[in-house]
């Protein structure tokens, strides 16, 4: 099922990034056909938009990948409440560095593609809710903003529309937690990022305010506009049953080219990506692990090999890491996740532990607190790989490490739980013998592995 | 508390933008903090006035989110990332480099109270790491071999008159994001 021919970019709402003379200003935009398909949008029945949106199959991006046509039909219209439409651009799952594009070289794509979603579904505001870092993203944003309203593409009566809606940017203050959807929520109503339960704080219900909310990815909301222009059908033509439309790789770590690439669902491998387009390994070193998408993904190892029937052609397969087809089917048949598309490459000059000791320290530091096992997990494994490489590891202390991660998944309000357990949970059983070789090794005090660089 | 004309102006523009008043907290909190450079009590209470909530409402947010500071900083404010894909590519070296170059350790302000460097967690552009946020500017592929270079910049940047960062525009050298 996979094409052998030369593997190109299909780039939709990556158009034109790093396009020579492209800037992001209105003017630009507007010479390349922009706001037209929200013109045409905006003629149609918002209920029909909806469907549009749902007969694409169009997954969220940010990570989860939760149909986003069935997100907007959750939404409750009866309620009588104003609805509201929130742009999760806090982008900040480590590996990930698809949104930054977007946000800052093409910020009219995302109004465009909020301004329909909006109109869509009814929305009485949209807010943008940008991580703090973004400053001259958020900058750019309002700019954008304010351009788009002097030619009343948003603001009062859209269009002659009759229909209002602005679009309010909130920067966060650095705080991971902020990106997942009801701590976002929490911190655009001026709190501390705590996630909420659910139920009943489901957002398509008890949202922003108490009121129904809608929380997409910056590039969700830009795929939206691509999905209203071509119609849901089509759009669903492209890629895989099961995972359409295409998806932005954002490769770091250690390959020749990191960087972004747009490609259609399933069109090529991640032997393809790392290879073609990625330019393969750095000078005299080979592939050791990947991180498939945003730091929170199950690692994958090279040497693995992933048995699996597929479910579009129920055919068989035995994939190494480099068959996996891009999507996010077969991807979640080799027991990890497509996530963000935020791939982390790492070669064999890397020492695994102190990988692993770098990522148990993102989260440790990222738990928000709320929850005990996550709050008290993460720092126990955040302190205890910390100690492991710093010469001071016991044998004992690998299945520790697999026995805490399996305590705090599944134990917690939202999946921080899960981004503290996954990394932990699936590397020990991969990588537990170099972690035990070097426990072995290090009683010398050196560094393990000194031909890469300290992780931690 | 004292705020310039410009930034009240900018505070009453953003919680105008918003339906209930309490969501303009963090926009605020930027604005004092571009200001003042940190944020004390007296502003945790003013703020808590302006929006009606109490201060420890908005203390609470103050000690929450890592880029609110409590404590002024030095003139230029130094980012490293130090997440996973920064690493890979020499993060914890270009972080060494600069604590050496700059006389000023993670965490801290150095003793001439020119710079504070802090590690960071991932601040997403890791396909161009290592990066480092210098002030509200991305300095992108420091390997650690440039990492001198760029002590460099930094220094010069710390040079600059009092006036220069008092009055320094956004995407210029000394503006506090």
Known sequence: MIQKLPVQERRIVYKHVDEEGYTNDIECYLKNGGYEVMKKAYQAQPEDLRQEVLNSGLKGRGGAGFPTGMKWKFVDHKSGKPIYLICNADESEPGTFKDRQLIYQDPHQLIEGMMISAFANNCAQAFIYIRGEFINGARILENAIEEARAKNFLGDDVLGSGYSCEITVCRGA??????EETGLIESLEGKRGYPRVKPP???????????????????TLCQVKHVIDMGGDEFAKIGVKGDSGTHIWGVSGHVQRPGYYEIEAGACTFGDLLHDFCGGPLPGRQFKALIPGGSSTKVLKWGEKFKVKHPNDGQEYEWGVEDIPLDAISIGLCGTFLGTGGSIVMDDSTDMLEALANLNAFYGHESCG??????????????????????KARPEDVPLLKDIADQVAGRTICAHGEAVAWPVQSAVPKFQDEYLDKISKQASGQRYNPAGYPLI | MDL?????????????KFPKKRSAMLPILHLIQEEKGYLDPEAEEW????????????????????MYRQKPIGKVHVKVCRTLSCALVGAYKVCEKLEEELKCKRGETSADGKYTIEFVECIADCGKGPVVQVDDKMYELIKPEKAGELAEEIKRMAEAGPEAVATAQPGTPGFKG
Not at chain 1, 201 to 219: K, R, S
Not at chain 1, 370 to 391: H, N
Not at chain 2, 4 to 16: G, H, N, R, V
Not at chain 2, 47 to 66: D, S
């Open chain 2, 4 to 16: 310039s004309e410009q930034t009240l102006e900018k505070i009453e523009k953003t919680i105008a």
């Open chain 1, 201 to 219: 704080y489901f957002p398509a219900v008890l949202g922003l305010y108490q009121c129904p909310t809608i929380v997409n990815n910056v590039e």
């Open chain 2, 47 to 66: 703020v808590a006035a302006k929006l009606e909530v109490t201060p420890i409402q908005v203390r609470e947010v103050v000690t929450f989110y890592p």
């Open chain 1, 174 to 179: 650095g705080a991971y937690i902020c990106g």
């Open chain 1, 370 to 391: 709320q929850c005990t096992p996550c709050r008290e997990g993460s720092l126990w494994l955040e302190k205890l790989s910390g100690r492991m490489t710093s010469g």
